[in-house]
């Protein structure tokens, strides 16, 4: 009798702290889980995707146990607590590529159902090349004196592009096929200054742009448009008229 209580009163104090199983009664019901998921049509490139469900167990919600995450048909994360939102890293870098999510609820009762599928195309942000870091031709100079530091992207620009061998070369990378904006922030102190602009040592491509006299160190962007095959391609930007400046060159898929 004296064991049975002792029993009794052990099993109690382990309920008290938590250590006993709780049955957890789940009703009984003939309508199907739901779930909604919702992100943008817009992956950027190493940001975080978001991706949104929405849904409710087959018995109204209380009983949802988790919602799962994939990528294609791989599981990239899962959520237990509302709101059920996953933040996906984007590790892919290829513009355009196309990307597909779903999720999946699944309740109390092992009840599961899959959502409706989301896509989305990776977008690739400019990429910035310091004209310092550059290899640079000709007379081109690297300077950094204080107006320079106080005005340029990264403190130093490239100048004394001052005859026709003298530029900036830059080598990309490109990852998909198309047409892409090339941005450069140029500058300079004379009238009727401009550079050209070619792609791998082929001058008939080459394209002008003008800089304005506004001073030395005031920055002006200049963007043209260039169709680019996938590899790795050079950038040459190179002296045309009288004397010019360099800070940056951007480039972005369009």
């Known amino acids: 009798?004296?064991?049975?209580?002792?029993?009794?009163?052990?099993?109690?104090?382990?309920?008290?702290?938590?250590?006993?199983?709780?049955?957890?009664?789940?009703?009984?019901?003939?309508?199907?889980?739901?779930?909604?998921?919702?992100?943008?049509?817009?992956?950027?490139?190493?940001?975080?995707?978001?991706?949104?469900?929405?849904?409710?167990?087959?018995y109204g919600g209380a009983q949802l146990r988790?919602?799962?995450?994939y990528k294609g048909e791989e599981k990239i994360g899962e959520k237990r607590i509302a709101p059920f939102n996953f933040d996906y890293k984007v590790n892919e870098a290829i513009p355009d590529q196309s990307l597909t999510f779903h999720a999946v609820l699944i309740?109390?009762?092992?009840?599961?159902?899959?959502?409706?599928?989301?896509?989305?195309?990776?977008?690739?942000?400019?990429?910035?090349?310091?004209?310092?870091?550059?290899?640079?031709?000709?007379?081109?100079r690297i300077a950094n004196d204080p107006e320079t530091r106080e005005t340029s992207s990264n403190q130093a620009k490239v100048g004394a592009i001052d005859n026709a061998a003298s530029g900036i070369d830059a080598t990309i990378q490109?990852?998909?096929?198309?047409?892409?904006?090339?941005?450069?922030?140029?500058g300079t102190g004379?009238?009727?200054?401009?550079?050209?602009?070619?792609?791998?040592?082929?001058?008939?491509?080459?394209?002008?742009?003008?800089?304005?006299?506004?001073?030395?160190?005031?920055?002006?962007?200049?963007?043209?448009?260039?169709?680019?095959?996938a590899g790795t391609r050079k950038i040459s930007i190179r002296h045309n008229t009288l004397y010019g400046e360099i800070d940056y060159l951007e480039y972005a898929k369009l």
């Open 1 to 58: 009798m004296m064991k049975n209580m002792l029993s009794i009163l052990l099993c109690g104090f382990a309920c008290m702290v938590g250590s006993c199983e709780r049955t957890v009664d789940i009703p009984s019901s003939s309508v199907a889980p739901t779930i909604l998921l919702t992100a943008d049509t817009v992956a950027i490139a190493s940001g975080n995707y978001v991706l949104r469900a929405a849904g409710q167990s087959a």
């Open 66 to 69: 988790r919602v799962d995450f």
């Open 107 to 140: 309740d109390e009762a092992e009840n599961t159902v899959k959502s409706n599928i989301v896509n989305a195309r990776v977008k690739v942000l400019p990429i910035r090349i310091e004209a310092e870091n550059a290899t640079l031709r000709g007379v081109a």
């Open 174 to 186: 490109v990852l998909a096929a198309g047409e892409y904006r090339i941005r450069i922030a140029a």
């Open 190 to 229: 004379f009238d009727g200054t401009s550079h050209k602009v070619y792609i791998d040592d082929d001058e008939s491509t080459a394209q002008v742009y003008s800089i304005a006299n506004r001073g030395w160190n005031v920055w002006q962007t200049h963007d043209l448009v260039f169709l680019l095959a």
